[in-house]
């Protein structure tokens, strides 16, 4: 009987053992499945990240070949220090440092309209204005990134280029003083509140409202000296660098404002409260604490700004003026200038490309220059993102 009762069971064991060696099977080739279908996905992935960035490799490689061969028939010296740009020329001049004079110029000129306003704004948005009215003030602004460059080219042309011409003093005179009048207002109220704070308390209110009073008036007169002198100046031509700069300037207001807030919100609402815990005012909250802690970000925001302005073409190309020639004096920003991409943009049809003239080349050394500026000037604030976040600590 024992025997029999063994073999009973073994045999009643069996349907278990079975199932559990079926389940592991395919517990082993769902997760195949499973790996595979990773890999699949992480394969795809990279393939469309690779893509992106082989797209980025083929654009140096291409712009290269065809610039390389310029710098071994003219050399690098007539290149970037000459001055005569004269490519239809008989011999023909390739001297590009007027070109790339103008483009420092009139990015240098976009930098001082964009940054000064788009972080004022920026700095409005975070911890100014209350969050229902942001929530409509930040779209607007950012509509403006929408708006095609060849429109802002035509009003840059059409309209504020006869304004310059004709009533040019005026508008520089109100341009300094809204420029000028909110950085003096600010100024104005934290030095009253830093002359404040060396007072006894008694003294402190009363001293507070003298200092804002007579600084005030100072700021008042030094801006009113500085609208009389702008207002007495004659522009010849309305095409010129200072027309572009504005423009470039209010085009580079959307990438520069939204970063800038960013940043700014990113320094977090505990930095915020601890100062004002610790007695300081909205200002020295502000000027001391928030825009130290969100410096790397603003950085980024202005290495952005400067990267829309140095790459727009339209713009310069139709309200520059086109004037391949250093202006005199070099800080002149009334005469008219040439740009690298208005040249990039007005010579391409005329360059002789089929028989590989050197007139056809130098473009492709110039676009050259130019990508490797914004290359290396992306990476610069990429840096800077990765260092505040750290800073941050997220």
Known sequence: MLPHSKIKIQNSMT?????????LVMNASTSRLRRLGGLLGQGFLFSVTSLSTLTVFFIFYFIAKDAFPFFKLEGFREFFTSTRWYPSGDPAEFGTMAIFFGTGIVTLGAVAVSVPLGVSAAVC??????FNARQIVKPVIEILAAIPSVAYGFFALVVFAPLLQNHGGAVLAAGACLMMAPLLVLLVVVASDLIADRCFDLMRRKARWVAGLVLGAAAFTLMTYIGRQLGAIEIASGANALNVSIILGIMALPTVVSVSEDALQAAGRDLREGSYALGATRAETILKTVIPASLSGILAAVILGVMRAIGETMVVWMASGNAARIPGPWYNVLE????????????????DHVTGSSRFHVLFAMAFCLLAF???????SEGIVRRSRKKLGK
């Open 374 to 380: 914004s290359f290396v000037m992306n990476l610069v």
């Open 15 to 23: 349907p278990p053992l079975q199932s559990s060696k079926r389940s």
């Open 125 to 130: 948005l975070s911890d100014v204005l209350p």
């Open 336 to 351: 008219p200038v040439r740009t690298l991409t208005a040249t990039i943009a007005g010579d391409m049809g005329e360059a």
